[in-house]
């Protein structure tokens, strides 16, 4: 029996449950990971990645599961989709976690420059005191108190009615503040904006763009065609490439291995979906440090590196119009390379 590793604290109770859930069915089963991995054409390692809560399974993976183990899979796809609504929720929090994260840091830049400009006059108030000049009506940064007009005597622009005296100039005392009133209406306005942004972003992410008054509903009337897609496969062509197969729901029972060839006793193979319309390599049998690369003509995918304790390793996604335009490359750590024809 695997001994599991303790799975995250951060994850969602919801995939947290469901994880738990695939670990007792494995146990059950009595399979290793290796042979979970032979019977269902998810690679070695992509199954510990689900088991261990560090990747959400695609819907194709946990329908191999079933299968292996006996298991019916209508209940065991219906935890798989409100773990995949969990693990959604989850990814939203973080994207708007990390746009409040920069909006802060950009805010905080523009602060930098948003103290008083050098060389800034002062004024005496009604005590003698020094006051500086600042532009009335203009609030602060965050936590910082809108500034009071000065009530010294020296001639000036008042916002509520003209100079006391038509002789005495009343233009120069904008200057004294109007850098650093400039400066705080641009932070001002970066605040309003960032909130603007954040609040947007949780409108179509919450939303997602259903409301019948929207006038952006006609746009998203090409995406009827994504329900033609098999279940979990989330990407074609283009849009696949330098993404997980697995991850995206491509490999399993969509794909085949058109190519294959062996390098000293490792088997290197050409991964291909029709169905996605990509392609990647992938090797078995192999020991850390063999490495694995895809090949289409003048592109080239990252190589997959096998890792400690691993016999497997596969590349990320090619969008490749057939299957024979891809050869994949293996070079071992012995210093032994070759490829599929």
């Known amino acids: 029996m695997p001994r599991w590793r303790a799975l995250p604290d951060e994850l969602d109770p919801q995939v947290k449950e469901f994880a738990s859930q695939l670990r007792r069915l494995v146990d059950r089963s009595g399979l290793g990971i290796a042979a979970l991995a032979d019977r269902t054409g998810y690679s070695k390692t992509s199954w510990e990645r689900y088991l261990n809560g560090r990747l959400l399974a695609p819907k194709g993976a946990i329908v191999a599961l079933a299968e292996v183990t006996g298991t019916n899979p209508v209940h065991l796809t219906t935890m798989w989709e409100l773990a995949e609504r969990a693990w959604s929720r989850s990814e939203m929090r973080h994207d708007m976690t990390m746009e409040a994260i920069r909006i802060s840091q950009a805010r905080a ?40 007009p000065p009530q010294g005597s020296a001639p ?81 062509g283009a849009d696949c490439t330098g993404k997980d197969p697995e991850a995206m729901g491509c490999g399993g029972d969509l794909a ?36 694995v690369q895809l090949k289409a003509g003048a592109k080239a995918s990252k190589k997959g590196l ?26 071992l750590a012995s210093g032994q390379k070759g490829c599929t024809e």
């Open 109 to 148: 830049a523009l602060g930098e420059f948003g103290g008083p400009a050098a060389g800034t006059k002062q004024a005496g108030g009604k005590n003698g005191s020094a006051t500086a000049s600042r532009v009335t009506g203009v609030a602060g940064p965050a936590g910082v108190s809108p500034t009071v």
């Open 256 to 291: 085949d291995s058109p190519a294959t060839t062996t390098v000293g006793t490792v088997t290197v193979q050409v991964r291909y979906s029709k169905t996605c319309k990509a392609a990647w390599a992938r090797v078995q049998g192999a020991t850390p440090g063999d490495s």
């Open 306 to 331: 096998v890792g400690d304790a691993d016999t497997d390793a596969y590349t990320p996604m090619l969008a490749v119009g057939s299957a024979a335009e891809a050869k994949a490359c293996a070079t």
């Open 156 to 236: 000036r622009v008042d916002q509520f009615g003209p100079p006391a005296s038509p002789a005495a100039p009343a233009a120069p005392a904008t200057p004294q503040g109007g850098g650093g009133g400039r400066r705080r209406l641009t932070m001002f306005l970066a605040g309003v904006l960032g909130a603007a942004i954040v609040v947007l972003i949780a409108y179509v992410l919450t939303n997602g763009g259903d409301d019948k008054g929207n006038k952006a509903e006609p746009t998203s009337a090409p995406t009827t065609s994504a329900p033609q897609l098999p279940a979990g496969v989330q990407c074609v």
